[in-house]
């Protein structure tokens, strides 16, 4: 059995920006939930940020920018929230390590946990190819991330790994 970071809200949890969740409807999702140990974690949440909070996005790049000191993460206000959301990756990373996690099943799209996807800075509902903050330092470290997606591939690793 493997420890596999999820986001929180793909497990029901009422903690994305508008105070909803994300209503994942894949098989392989649930069998992951059902046979390995889940470490639930919002990062924005654990960076204190309040739910609801304001919409935020990458500004000027993707989260390996956002790292770098080179993009921001903007609220639709336009307040400064890199520091937060730096602060969430951080935990992510200070979690993973701690339960020494190898692989992480993280929200698309979000300018934290979007892994392949993020949306592109002008909230207008445009996606460019890129991770988000926490995405980015996951994979980085060697963390291997998926999507509510793609999840069919982690599954695969997982039942290829166990019947070595
Ligand atoms: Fe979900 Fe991640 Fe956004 Fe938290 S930071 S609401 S876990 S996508």
């Avoid at 994305?16 to 889940?38: A, C, K, L, M, P």
Wanted: charged share 20%; aromatic share 6%; with cysteine.
């Amino acid at each position: 059995m493997a420890k596999i970071l999820v986001s929180s809200c793909l497990l029901g949890c009422a903690v994305r920006y508008n105070g909803s969740h994300v209503e994942v409807h894949n098989n392989h999702f649930d069998w992951i939930i059902e046979t390995q140990e889940i470490v639930p974690l919002c990062p924005e949440v654990v960076a204190g940020l309040p739910v609801p909070r304001v919409p935020a996005e990458i500004s000027g790049g993707r989260g390996v920018e956002v790292l770098a000191g080179s993009a921001k993460v903007l609220g639709i206000n336009n307040e400064d929230l890199t520091e937060q959301f730096i602060r969430g990756a951080k935990r992510a990373l200070q979690l993973c390590l701690q339960h020494n996690i190898k692989y992480a099943v993280l929200t698309e799209n979000s300018p934290s946990c979007g892994s392949d996807y993020i949306y592109d800075g002008s909230f207008s509902g445009a996606k460019i190819v890129g991770s988000g903050v926490v995405s980015a330092l996951l994979k980085r470290e060697g963390i291997q991330v998926f999507n509510q997606n793609i999840v069919g591939r982690l599954r695969k690793l997982l039942e290829v790994s166990r019947d070595k």
